[in-house]
């Protein structure tokens, strides 16, 4: 618990250091990131589909 909570201290520190530009930056990259993750899941399924057909 102790480690876990000294992560989350480290994450915030670090996130409170950044200006708006970093944050808008890290925002865009996160949200690609996860838009990739989804497509690349769903494109998995698509094609595990098509393969039962």
Known sequence: MYKQNLRYKK???F???L????MNYLY???KTNIIEKEVEQLSL???ETVEHL
Do not use: A, M
């Open 45 to 47: 399924n698509f094609l």
């Open 15 to 17: 996130v409170e250091t």
């Open 28 to 30: 865009r990259k996160l």
């Open 11 to 13: 994450i915030k520190d």
């Open 19 to 22: 200006n708006e530009r970093e």
